[in-house]
């Protein structure tokens, strides 16, 4: 209904058109401002209101100072500025064009490049511009018909914007976000009563240990790598092991996604009740991330830590600010890698005609966290007179595959975070290949890491972890058996400093009991060690959406 009523008031507007003499000129300007609410509109949720205004000022910015220079040039107002129309729309539609050719083969020739596409909008864009200066007309028609086509877009996207911002009974817009946030919704959850009291008991004596927990996103367990990657990891996992490692024979994550599992892992708990407080179809990721309150900033691990004087410090932050995590006091690799720290205006740069710049810039960006993660990793002790937590989250193996095996820059030459983009599966770009890279590049870096603490700290506890494995040809929607085996089988290397409390330590280890066995062999706590427990998940679709599948998992393990 909503859409019929639309689309009268669209035609209205068209069939009104005055062409009137000397028309006011204000279309390069709603031209500008409208990829902008475009990407927005597919991103609600996902980007803040207040990130607006940056991209805004910048882009219709610089559509006033092309306006204005070009006005100059030409001594002509209409011709300059449908130019910068002309300009904006070719420069703004480029990465859309892109995106839809790219499916699409001609012979053997690949519509979808840069090589092809760019000449093609540029000798466009020459033309049409070309042809407006040429031009003998007054051109007051052309100016009336593109403000009012201008108009009608701005208008039927802000509509569609504010009715599903304000009340999204009728959506008009199928999201396709990631990350929800509810504007609207200050209401923080206090979350304590999901989790049990806990007690320490240390020593005022007693030199506390630093904690490094390392997570190395994605990476599969040695069994997975074998089978669907063909990669022999023991070299990696027997020098683990004769530096007194135990690695988990059958280590497994609770849950198959990086956000819901990294959470459980820190909350030292399954999360499920999220499910049972928010309803299964929830989007709104609050509880997870809202700063102060979210279980991810204010996790248990965090809290327990500093609870004994511990100070804590993140590392690998790309995806959440620094402001988002109160409980952190040193986060030195922090670097965003949206586009001048702003998540729209990175979006609508991608989209763009330089967007092949932006992602190898957003690359490079991730690059440098990476090496600044490992090169910062053995010196974060000395910082602080306290013991320090250290927590770490790596992007290695997981996508994007930005490393050679030796650290040497690769370009994957495919969207940067395209997880489960159909190209990756049919493309020359050998995908397995530059994972086994990855994983290579995690192992030599891990071990320099892990050689340096043990010589230079008496008792360091090392957790070497992945948050789920793999998820090579995994179907997230309709996952088989060994779908879900792949993608929950994970990397879970532990290192104790003493033999005694290494044997506290078994093969058959979950996640979610990490940190238990860390507080009780070492802080005098009592916590219960749970039930190993798995579920399935979809992802950013439905964060709060888990299935049960347990008995799967452990009749492998047994
Ligand atoms: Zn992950």
Redesign the pocket.
Same mark, same amino acid.
């Given at each position: 209904m909503l859409n019929k009523r639309l689309k009268e008031a669209f035609l209205k507007i068209i069939m009104s058109v005055e062409l009137k003499k000397n028309p006011k000129i204000f279309h390069p300007f709603l031209i500008a401002f409208f990829p902008i609410v475009a990407i927005y509109s597919v991103n609600i949720g996902l980007i803040k209101l207040e990130e607006f205004i940056l991209p805004t000022l910048l882009i219709v910015g610089s559509a006033t100072l092309l306006f204005l220079c070009l006005k100059y040039i030409l001594k002509n107002t209409k011709k300059a500025a449908l130019i910068v129309s002309l300009a904006f729309i070719v420069f703004f539609s480029f990465g859309h064009t892109y995106n839809v050719l790219d499916q699409v083969d001609v012979g053997n020739i690949d519509l979808g490049s840069n090589k092809i596409l760019l000449p093609v909008f540029i000798i466009l864009f020459g033309l049409g511009s070309f042809l407006i200066i040429k031009t003998k007309r007054t051109l007051d028609n052309a100016t009336s018909i593109v403000n009012t086509v201008s108009i009608v877009f701005i208008s039927v996207i802000l509509v569609m914007v504010g009715i599903e911002t304000f009340a999204c009974n009728e959506c008009l817009i199928e999201r396709n976000t990631s990350w929800y946030f509810d504007f609207f919704s200050n209401e923080k959850i206090d979350f304590s009563s999901y989790f049990e009291d806990h007690s320490f008991s240390i020593s005022e004596n007693d030199s506390l240990p630093n904690v490094y927990f390392i997570i190395l996103?994605?990476y599969p367990r040695n069994d997975v790598l074998k089978e669907y990657v063909n990669f022999d990891n023991s070299e990696f996992t027997n020098a683990l092991e004769q530096k007194g490692f135990h690695i988990a024979e059958n280590s497994y994550a609770n849950y198959s996604?990086?956000g819901v599992s990294i959470v459980s892992t820190m909350n030292m708990d399954y999360i499920n009740f999220l499910a049972d407080d928010l309803g299964e179809d929830s989007i709104d990721y609050n509880p997870i991330v809202g700063k102060d309150y979210g279980l991810y900033p204010d996790n248990q691990v965090i809290k327990n830590f500093k609870s004994m004087g511990y100070k804590t410090v993140k590392l690998g932050t790309a995806t959440i600010y620094l402001y988002e995590l109160p409980l952190v006091d040193l986060s030195p690799c922090y670097k965003s890698i949206h586009l001048m720290d702003n998540r729209l205006l990175d979006a609508v740069g991608n989209t763009s005609m330089i967007g092949y710049f932006i992602e190898r810039w957003a690359e490079e960006q991730q690059r440098q966290i990476i090496l600044c993660d490992f090169e910062e990793l053995p010196k974060i002790s000395d910082y602080f007179e306290e013991p320090v937590f250290v927590w770490s989250h790596i992007m290695l193996p /997981?996508y994007p595959l930005i490393f050679g095996p030796n650290g040497e820059p690769v370009t994957p030459g495919k969207p940067l975070i395209a997880m489960n983009h159909p190209e990756f599966t049919d493309s020359s770009w050998d995908i397995k290949t530059q994972f086994m890279y990855q994983v290579q590049f995690a192992n030599k870096k891990s071990l320099e890491f892990i050689d340096r603490i043990i010589e230079k700290e008496k008792n360091p506890i090392i957790i070497i972890q992945s948050? /789920?494995g793999s998820a090579f040809g995994v179907n997230i929607e309709d996952p088989t058996n060994d779908n879900v085996f792949q993608k929950l089988s994970n990397l879970s290397a532990i290192y104790f400093p003493d033999e005694k409390h290494r044997k506290m330590l078994t093969d058959d280890r979950t996640n979610v009991n990490t940190f238990r066995t860390v507080f009780n062999a070492y802080y005098g706590s009592n916590y219960e060690i749970l039930e190993d427990r798995a579920y399935w998940g979809l992802s950013v679709k439905k964060p709060f959406w888990f299935e049960d599948v347990t008995s799967l998992i452990l009749q492998e393990g047994t």
């Open positions: 996103d994605g996604f990086s /997981h948050d /789920h």
